[in-house]
């Protein structure tokens, strides 16, 4: 790294030798499992704000991203600085080991008082950056009326036209039909089995097929801002209680620029780093504009208390339910 | 014709220590390729008092999936034999203004396979999808509101499986056509066969090599299918053991461990069809065609040949790319075909997208070095296997090793990688060596087996002609088997080049951090955009690739082939 | 089966005529040889029979039935002309046993019978190879699989046999064996046939009829006697071994060698007026060698030459003479010329005898000259003695 | 290259002994033909000398250059023994043109002078294929291509050549043509040569010594004229054309036929007491025929058979006779016989006679009997009148 700091930390001083010596680190790289297109639009906020700090983010699932952070980490060649993630057990292991990542040090999360609870500051180096957040979808020329809640899909006529997702292996979808059913209660889910919803592998797959029409409604599905903008005949509708997972953010102790990753992390958590990063997601800070929801109001994904034996057991129920 | 002088001969293919220590660090070399990322999965596997395997066999339906995984492989490598088989007939039968279609077979999995997937749920979903509408427009199924055709069902899985398996069982089967020799044919023409019989009683038996080194490569990657059962098999619950290592790498929290154990059975599998195909093969001696006496093609104007490839061509390629085509152009997947919605919009999207060109020239130049190197790599492997009869231990391991990259899927070879190169002796990680390293090592199955099967169906003579010619081993290479085995090397090219640019499981893992390629943008698309966007992606590599393929055929001079 | 009619047959390969306008006739039960240097076309004729090429011209019937029309685009394909065929490469099928390969024509054409009563079996006898039965052909040498080759092609019985050098690579006794198992075969089963050799010995032993091809077109259709006796023109007496070639020119006194010798051409001599030079062909065991103080029998012609080589060949010697530019060659009998020959060195003076019934003549186009009347006037008979 | 020595050489293929225990020594430029019945080992024989395969015994050595020790595990490959070898399947690349092909040899012995001055022309010209160059070989009729082998396996002029049946597929006059330019290269060349062949003429006219092999064995080896005159065993007498085999057994008064006539065997007649059976063998062409009441010439023997069949053979028809159910061949003159012969019916009573000169004789092992000093008690040497 160029900056003049210990191997693992930023400059000593106050928050402006910190961005000092970050423009003079002159980039940051991001790791992050967040969409895309967000991620872009992060980038050209960041770049604006800081016009000598290049910004570079690498978008991977957690699967791909965390392994290559462990890796940086233990040969110390840092090619990451910041990481954002969403895989709690990783996060809780990480935040325990310590190792793995710097204290934050930005204002935004430090003094601003918006980052001050457990959930959205973990051990003072996770910090809460965004929420993908679950909605009700319902196709508008099959189901007119669209629905007000998750209950609202037990409809004898939607027979076959429910869009669910299959929660097999992964276990934040395990966590969903858990909150499905402490929230809507268990007999739900058996109303949802008898009407034999058609199952996708992904969220996204249930999102195509209400455009299509191939289903009428679904009862969790991620927003559709993008697909109603382009005129598809779909509209959706947060729940009353909406679900989501969440993205923590985290300064590596491997970066090569330790203070430029701080100077990202701070942006991240800001106003102007929000409004970049949370269209079609729920944001940190209240009154994001194009954000869909308060990271407050919705309840978040926790699986890290489901142990294998309880995945396991889980999965097996619900095959039975769904699967003839 | 045969003669005696096609036996095989250990001397031509120097002799001595040379060559048995060139082979050794080939051989070496190879192992420590492949066999050590292997060895880095498995010890994560058996970690932690074999957590992963306990993990991942602990659960009750293991014995299902299992199942599952081998009767769905079994049904797609049977429909990709069959077609495979029949493809390189009847393109050996072309009349001569038609030969262009020789393409044709190979042309499906120039198409990503999530590509054709999501084609093909556009034309036969059950309800939405074009084809279905339109055959519900016939008078027997006028009655229904849905189907006739689910394509989410198990027998569409195969079948789709089976079409994009069959350009690979092509791919082998007609670069052991191209080397039968006319007058065997003609011969049992004369002895009263009809095309028919000739081809069940001789060209199926002397393809016998091309069909067993194919089968066995289709049945490890039908065994390794994944885009299938994923996508379209969540409905009927269809798991096999690639979705389960999907599932476990793919979710947090993220279990290599049950994965690369997940992953055994299939190395497992592939340790075993190695061998089935040494049982099969018995006296490779018996299927050289190539005598020496030089043979003429005949003329042949098989019009059954023409329409069956295009039919073929109509329903493996022409369907699902139409229907890429115009869920391309739409904004969103829609069930009405009307001409407003059609638009540009999603390619302006990608093109918008950042490093979307750097992502196109990674692809290609990552793709291209590593087929550079694969072919000599590949070629000198499968002059071991087919030469080396003095080289025992060494033809052994290489025949076994160069067979395992196909047996476990990218994605657990993906993470072997990583385990690997960030240790000692040798620190990759992060460089563009890497890639290339991965790349190589995910073909070598490929480069080896296809030049095999022409490797054997060449013989013996043509080398020693030019062993009594005077020509050293490396002349007698360059200068009369490469160019003998054009057909073949330029079939193994062209399938390395599309499965590097479609590559991503592997991609994702290994790449250095700014370096996209073009899978992995897909796979980006695929797990945060819309089946348009994904449509016009695998469009824009489908393009990419069918250029790159069409160069390797224009370079390589279809014009010498037609000499042979 | 009954005959075959073959007219007008042309094939081509690019832009040179291979086959070209060819007539043929083979009556049932015929067996036809077709003779012709390297190249001539005899092996794409056979093709064209076997319907494994498509003439761009002409017509093919087998009895009644047009197999292969150009004009009227009939073709009837190669298994269904019900023939047998034995190529010159082999084309033996190597994954199949000598068996398997000799029996696959009577299992496609579910002759069953014949597999039951030990056909294969008797057709490999028949070329001796019955202990090579369970053998593969990589596993066989170039004579034995060639044997093989003419096993399957006659097993089934074939209405039309082509034969394509099929004993080309036979040592001299198994060649005479096959040879003698084909004859009798074809005796027996009054199959028609085309058979292609370059062996003289074979061709006249075997064939009703020789048809002597020449680029593409047939020279001369005769039986053996006649086309022996007979050649219709200067490429067939050469082709049919008249090796010994000389040019004469019409003189006062006859026919005369450019050395100044005179040729007494008998009835063979050109009429008068027709033509002033011609070409005397003569085969070599027709030309008889003397030392130049030799006695030479009455009535015949000699040729005042000088030695050019000789060459052992067993009971004889090739011998090369040189008669003023012009090549002869001739055997010498060991036992007639044994003594001096062999040390005898080149540019001895020798003469060389043959009867004029021996000599047979062409004109300049290469025609033959035939049967004129002879009003010729020649007059010197004289016997060489010099 | 000097002499080629092969001790002991053997090649097994699975249990079988393909070549056996074989002594051979070539001279340098000494010109060897190998003669021998198909599958006799003779291309195995070859692919040994060129270092194609791998013997399990005995030695082979080049000059003074050991090449081949299967004890010592010395084998030096193919490409480093300067060899030429014309394969009996011709083995041309079809990827290249003729001109390549022949250039081959040239290009990789990097005889760059010799691609110069037009040694592929040369070559291509002596086996008159100069206007076959810019073909491929599958554009060549099978004769075309087994002589671009030849020109291809001579080119680069090396030292050995080993010739594998190289004319077997050409005509006679080509054969003739391309056994003459082979003969003159190698006397102006002097490379040493192996030549297989079936062709007797060839062998003779070729060899400065042929070798006659039988199962793997060389049964005799040595120059033409003494192999012709002294075939060392029954088994080369009946190889190199002595067809004919007449069982003797001696009696009181001398050796007979079965069917009682009497057999002058001259100075070969065999030691008294050494043996009481004999074989006789006779050439083809050393029998006469005669009708029953012809005069037969003077101390000649005669046998009485029957006639079986006559085939026209051009200056001769080849006969069949039975003498007691031996059957013997032979060729009559059509001039002297041409009257009653091809008339004749089977069954009709001939009478055979040759001179007791030309019978080879060999004991019950096959051994020649040689050289018995005439002490033998045969008196009667009538002439047959009957
Ligand atoms: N791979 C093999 N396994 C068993 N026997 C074999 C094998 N190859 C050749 N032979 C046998 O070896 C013998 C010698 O073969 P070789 O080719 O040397 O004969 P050849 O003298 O050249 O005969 P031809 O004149 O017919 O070419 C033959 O009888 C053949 O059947
Ligand atoms: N594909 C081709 N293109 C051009 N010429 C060809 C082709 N095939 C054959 N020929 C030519 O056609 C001629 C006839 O070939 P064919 O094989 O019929 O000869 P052949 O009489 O059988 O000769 P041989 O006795 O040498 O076997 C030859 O001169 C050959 O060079
Ligand atoms: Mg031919
Ligand atoms: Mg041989």
Redesign the pocket.
């Known amino acids: 790294g160029s900056s003049g700091g210990t191997p693992s930390g930023a400059v000593d001083g106050g928050w402006d030798d910190v961005v000092a010596a970050a423009e003079k680190e002159g980039s940051v790289m991001l790791y992050s499992s967040h969409n895309p297109v967000n991620l872009e639009s992060l980038k050209k906020a960041f770049e604006a704000e800081y016009p000598d700090i290049t910004m570079e983010y690498v978008r991977g699932t957690d699967a791909e991203l965390n392994p290559k952070v462990e890796v940086e980490n233990q040969t110390g060649r840092g090619t990451a600085d910041v990481h954002m993630v969403t895989d709690t057990n990783w996060i809780n292991s990480a935040a325990e080991s310590g190792t793995y990542s710097a204290e934050l040090l930005g204002p935004e999360v430090t003094e601003s008082g918006n980052y001050d609870d457990d959930t959205s500051l973990i051990a003072d180096r996770f910090v809460l950056t965004s929420v993908a957040v679950f909605a009700l979808g319902w196709n508008t020329d099959i189901l007119p009326e669209g629905l007000g809640d998750v209950t609202d899909v037990i409809k004898p006529e939607l027979k076959g036209k429910i869009g669910i997702v299959n929660p097999t292996g992964i276990a934040v979808y395990n966590d969903l039909y858990r909150f499905l059913e402490n929230t809507y209660g268990e007999e739900f889910i058996e109303d949802l089995a008898s009407l034999e919803p058609r199952i996708y592998p992904s969220s996204l797959g249930i999102a195509q097929a209400l455009t299509s029409g191939e289903i009428a409604a679904a009862p969790i599905v991620n927003t559709l801002g993008t697909e109603k903008a382009s005129g598809a005949p779909v509209d959706w509708k947060l729940a009353p209680e909406p679900w989501g997972a969440a993205w923590y953010t985290h300064v590596l102790s491997s970066a090569a620029h330790p203070n430029a990753g701080q100077v990202l992390a701070d942006f991240m958590a800001s106003e102007e780093g929000q409004t970049a990063l949370s269209a079609g997601y729920a944001a940190t800070l209240p009154g994001i504009e194009g954000a869909v929801a308060q990271a407050s109001d919705v309840t978040l994904a926790d699986p890290s208390d489901l142990t294998a034996d309880d995945l396991k057991a889980r999965e097996s129920d619900w095959e039975s339910l769904f699967l003839n | 014709m045969t003669s005696l002088v096609q036996r095989p001969l250990a001397l031509v293919i120097a002799v001595g220590w040379k060559a048995r220590l060139g082979y050794a660090v080939l051989v070496a070399a190879l192992i420590y390729m492949v066999v050590l990322p292997l060895y880095r999965l498995q010890s994560l596997a058996f970690g932690d008092g074999a957590r992963g395997y306990r993990a991942q066999y602990g659960r009750a339906d293991i014995g299902e999936v299992i199942w599952t995984t081998v009767q769905l492989a079994l049904a797609s490598v049977v429909i990709a034999l069959v077609l495979g088989t029949l493809l390189a007939f009847a393109t050996s039968r072309l009349p001569q203004r038609f030969s262009f279609l020789r393409m044709v077979p190979v042309l499906p999995i120039v198409m990503p396979a999530v590509a054709n997937i999501v084609g093909w749920a556009f034309l036969l979903s059950p309800g939405p999808g074009y084809l279905n509408a339109a055959m519900r427009q016939l008078p027997w199924w006028d009655h229904l509101d849905s189907g006739p055709v689910d394509v989410y069902s198990a027998t569409w899985i195969i079948i789709l499986t089976g079409f994009g398996l069959t350009s690979f069982v092509y791919l082998f089967v007609s670069a052991g056509m191209a080397a039968i020799s006319a007058e065997h044919l003609e011969a049992a023409q004369t002895s009263g066969s009809s095309t028919i019989g000739v081809f069940f009683r001789v060209v199926l038996p002397l393809l016998r090599p091309s069909l067993i080194y194919g089968a066995g490569v289709a049945l490890l990657l039908g065994l390794g299918q994944f885009t299938g059962p994923l996508l379209l098999g969540a409905n009927t619950g269809v798991k096999v053991l690639t979705t389960e290592m999907y599932r476990r790498v793919s979710e947090s929290p993220a279990d290599f461990a049950a994965a690369a154990a997940a992953g055994s059975p299939l190395v497992v599998l592939g340790l075993l069809v190695v061998l089935a195909q040494k049982l099969l093969l018995g006296d490779q001696t018996r299927f050289v065609t190539h005598g020496g006496k030089a043979f ?1 093609s005949t003329p042949t104007r098989s019009w059954w040949a023409v329409t069956f490839v295009v039919a073929y061509g109509v329903v493996a390629l022409l369907l699902p790319l139409v229907g890429l085509v115009l869920v391309s152009l739409m904004p969103y997947w829609s069930a009405s075909l009307s001409l407003d919605l059609f638009s540009l919009d999603n390619f302006r999207t990608l093109f918008a997208t950042p490093d979307i060109i750097d992502a196109v020239v990674t692809s290609i130049v990552a793709a291209s070095v590593a087929v550079v190197f694969c072919v000599p790599i590949g070629f000198a492997i499968a002059n071991l296997l087919v030469r080396g009869r003095r080289y025992r231990v060494l033809r052994i391991v290489a025949d076994l090793v160069s067979a395992l990259p196909l047996g476990i899927p990218a994605v657990i070879f993906g993470v072997g990688f990583l385990l690997t190169y960030t240790q000692p002796p040798i620190i990759l990680y992060g460089t563009r060596t890497v890639i290339i390293l991965v790349y190589i090592v995910l073909m070598i199955p490929f480069a080896t087996r296809l030049q095999m099967t022409a490797m054997l169906a060449l013989g013996e003579t043509y080398i020693e002609a030019s062993a009594t010619s005077g020509a050293n081993p490396l002349t007698t290479n360059v200068r009369i088997v490469f160019p003998l085995m054009r057909p073949a090397i330029l079939s193994a090219v062209a399938l390395m080049f599309i499965l590097l640019t479609h590559e991503f499981a592997a991609s994702l893992l290994v790449r250095s951090p700014t370096t996209q390629v073009m899978g992995t943008r897909l796979f980006d698309l695929w797990s945060n955009g819309s089946y348009p966007l994904v449509a016009a992606m695998a469009l824009l590599m489908t393009v990419v690739t069918g250029v790159g393929v069409a160069v390797a055929m224009v370079v390589g001079g279809r014009n010498v082939l037609d000499n042979l | 089966m009954s005959r075959i009619r073959v007219t007008n047959l042309t094939k081509r ?2 832009s ?1 005529t ?2 070209d306008d060819l007539e043929l006739t083979i009556e049932e039960g015929e067996f036809v040889v077709l003779l ?12 064209c029979l076997a319907g494994l090429e498509t003439p761009e011209g002409g017509t093919i019937s087998f009895a009644d039935k047009v197999v292969h029309d150009a004009e009227r685009r009939v073709s009837v394909p190669t298994h269904k002309r019900n023939i047998g065929m034995i190529f ?1 490469s082999y084309a033996l099928w190597p994954h199949m046993t000598v068996r398997d390969n000799i029996a696959y024509p009577l299992k496609v054409r579910r002759q069953k019978d014949a597999l039951r009563t030990g056909a294969v079996e008797k057709a490999a006898g028949m070329v001796d190879c019955e202990q090579l039965l369970d053998r593969y052909p990589s596993q066989l040498s170039g004579g034995q699989q060639q044997r093989v080759a003419v096993a399957r092609g006659l097993v089934s019985e074939p209405d039309l046999v082509l034969f ?2 099929p004993l080309s690579n036979l040592d001299a006794r198994l060649r005479d064996q096959v040879r003698t198992q084909i004859h009798q075969l074809h005796q027996r089963l009054g199959f028609s046939a085309v058979f ?1 050799t ?1 062996d003289q010995s074979e061709a006249f032993a075997l064939g009703d009829r020789l048809a002597i ?1 020449k680029s ?1 077109r047939l020279e001369q259709v005769d039986t053996p006697q006649q086309v022996f006796d007979e050649p219709s023109s200067d490429y067939v007496a050469q082709f049919i071994g008249m090796a010994n070639r000389l040019d004469l020119t019409r003189h006062q006194d006859g026919w005369k060698a450019s050395n100044g010798d005179v040729v007494h051409l008998g009835d063979r001599t050109p009429e008068r007026g027709s033509t002033d030079t011609v070409v005397a062909r003569l085969r070599r065991d027709d030309l008889r060698l003397h030392r130049p103080d030799d006695r030479v029998a009455p009535g015949t012609t000699v040729l005042h030459g000088t030695l050019v080589t000789t060459e052992f060949g067993g009971r004889h010697h090739d011998v090369l003479v040189d008669v003023d530019g012009q090549k002869l060659t001739l055997q010498a009998d060991t036992r007639e010329h044994g003594g001096w020959l062999p040390k005898a060195e080149g540019g001895h003076p020798v003469v060389v005898s043959f009867r004029s019934s021996d000599v047979r003549v062409f004109d300049a186009e290469g025609r033959a000259v035939r049967g004129a009347s002879v009003v010729t006037p020649i007059r010197a008979t004289g016997s060489a003695t010099s």
């Not at chain 3, 076309?41 to 056979?46: D, N, P, Y």
């Open positions: 003429k | 390969f690019g040179s291979i086959v012709g240097p390297s190249g001539c076309g005899k092996t794409t004729t056979l093709r010159q394509d050098e292609v370059h091809m593409g």
